[in-house]
């Protein structure tokens, strides 16, 4: 089993910025990706951003420049950092990672951008 806990989510005004994080533990002997994803009221949950065990990052076009993704393989963590937010970032962020062919999400966490 593993188990993922982020943290960072919160109230912040347009323009600003917000960083999460989401540590994982557990079982954890193949990481293919770790990732976020976001869902808004009455929509589906969307990507927002992955990073792959080779190195390679992939963000949603609607926060491409604003948002970066990063990770420390030693502390088994992904980050999210949220620059230039917009009230249209509002949703609740998930945590996801893909160990071996089983995908785990985190609890989430509510990010609003309101002013």
């Known amino acids: 089993q593993v188990q993922l806990v982020e943290s960072g989510g919160g109230l912040v005004q347009p323009g600003g910025s917000l960083k999460l994080s989401c540590a994982a533990s557990g079982s954890i002997y193949r990481i293919n990706s770790m990732g976020w994803y976001r869902q808004a009221p009455g929509k589906q949950r969307e990507l927002v951003a992955t990073s792959t065990s080779g190195g390679r990052s992939n963000y949603a076009d609607s926060v491409k420049g604003r948002f970066t993704i990063s990770r420390d393989s030693a502390k088994i963590t992904v980050y999210l950092q949220m620059n230039s937010l917009k009230p249209e970032d509002t949703a609740v962020y998930y945590c996801?990672?893909?160990?071996?062919?089983?995908?785990?999400w985190g609890q989430g966490t509510q990010v609003t951008v309101s002013s």
């Open positions: 996801n990672m893909a160990v071996g062919s089983i995908a785990y």
